[in-house]
């Protein structure tokens, strides 16, 4: 596609409920990154994937947390057991190379009630 | 302290003044990246850097790695210029972000 793609853009969920948030990259790029953004903060990184495999998950907060990027394109961030502190902003970002210029994504706003 | 420390954290101007915006990292960096973040909006990216000077139309970057210092500055501003302007260093795989910088300009 032309730019980066994140779905959906708003989501509003209840205490304990699962969640998937959806990344699409810009096609050829193999590096993709996950970050997290809370109000009036900077991004905070989660996850990179370069290719399909995780390089880098030290960023998820705990094993509530998972993504995964089976093809090598479209990459799934999974929250179970959603807690009111994960409402944020959460960012996708791929590029050509690792530490590459980064295209980000709109951003999936989650609101944990 | 943070690996990434921008300065000022708010600043407002009015249009056509020259702004600069700071940046200090205490990691060992492969690039360092400036973005843009508008309200509401997705991050752009602006420069990425890891030596030097670049220009781009009224924005400029430069960077002193020895310093671990980086500058953007905006001449001529004008109040479409006003978002957040972030500061991030590469790392081998991943960026740290700085906190930004929320710059008004006033016509």
């Known amino acids: 596609g032309a730019g980066v793609s994140q779905t959906p853009s708003n989501k509003v969920t209840e205490k304990g409920k699962y969640v998937e948030l959806r990344c699409d990259p810009i096609s050829g790029h193999t590096a993709l990154y996950w970050y997290r953004q809370s109000l009036g903060q900077g991004p905070e990184f989660l996850i990179y994937?370069?290719?399909?495999?995780?390089?880098?998950d030290s960023g998820l907060p705990n094993d509530r947390f998972f993504a995964v990027r089976p093809e090598g394109s479209v990459s799934t961030l999974k929250i179970q057991r959603t807690e009111r502190g994960d409402s944020a902003v959460y960012l996708c970002?791929?590029?050509?190379?690792?530490?590459?210029?980064?295209?980000f994504g709109e951003g999936s706003r989650l609101t944990v009630l | 302290k943070n690996e990434v420390e921008q300065s000022p954290q708010n600043l407002t101007a009015q249009e056509g003044e020259f702004i600069t915006i700071n940046c200090s990292y205490s990691v060992g960096i492969s690039a360092l990246h400036w973005l843009q973040q508008h309200p509401g909006g997705g991050i752009v990216s602006l420069f990425m850097?890891?030596?030097g000077k670049k220009k781009h139309g009224r924005l400029i970057a430069t960077i002193n790695i020895q310093e671990k210092h980086s500058s953007l500055h905006i001449t001529a501003s004008h109040p479409r210029d006003s978002a957040v302007y972030i500061c991030?260093?590469?790392?081998?795989?991943?960026?740290?972000f700085g906190t930004g910088t929320r710059l008004q300009v006033f016509p």
């Open positions: 994937f370069q290719g399909t495999g995780a390089a880098d």
């Open positions: 991030a260093v590469g790392n081998t795989d991943k960026l740290i």
């Open positions: 970002a791929s590029s050509f190379l690792a530490v590459g210029e980064l295209f």
């Open positions: 850097l890891s030596s």
